[in-house]
């Protein structure tokens, strides 16, 4: 269940990003909800989660995510090794 979470996670932070791009206000905001969610069951399960967002010309842009200490998204830019290293654990 976790892998598929995180998974989740970098799919929705993507379009997040691409939406944002686009000044999709309604997309962006949801999938940033949609994150949030997914980010709530992953500490429902006793992980370590901190995230942040920002207004990007009314879009809710994703900034930052950190799972267990491993960065995912910072400065709103994928890390594919994170990713990577957290599928691992």
Same mark, same amino acid.
């Not at 709530?40 to 989660?49: A, E, L, T």
């Not at 942040?52 to 994703?62: L, P, Q, Y």
């Given at each position: ?26 997309? @962006?905001?949801?999938?940033? !909800?949609?994150? *949030?969610?997914?980010?709530?069951? #992953? ?7 901190? $995230?942040? @967002?920002?207004?990007?010309? !009314?879009?809710? *842009?994703?900034?930052?995510?950190? #799972? ?7 400065? $709103? ?13």
């Amino acid at each position: 269940m976790f892998n598929s979470l995180i998974h989740r996670i970098e799919k929705a932070a993507s379009l997040n990003f691409e939406n944002a791009d686009k000044f999709d206000v309604q997309r @962006s905001s949801f999938t940033a !909800g949609m994150l *949030r969610g997914y980010l709530d069951v #992953i500490m429902s399960m006793g992980h370590d989660v901190e $995230s942040g @967002s920002w207004d990007d010309n !009314g879009c809710d *842009r994703i900034g930052y995510i950190k #799972i267990d200490d491993v960065i995912l998204v910072k400065n $709103s830019k994928l890390d594919i090794d994170g990713y990577a290293a957290l599928l691992k654990k």
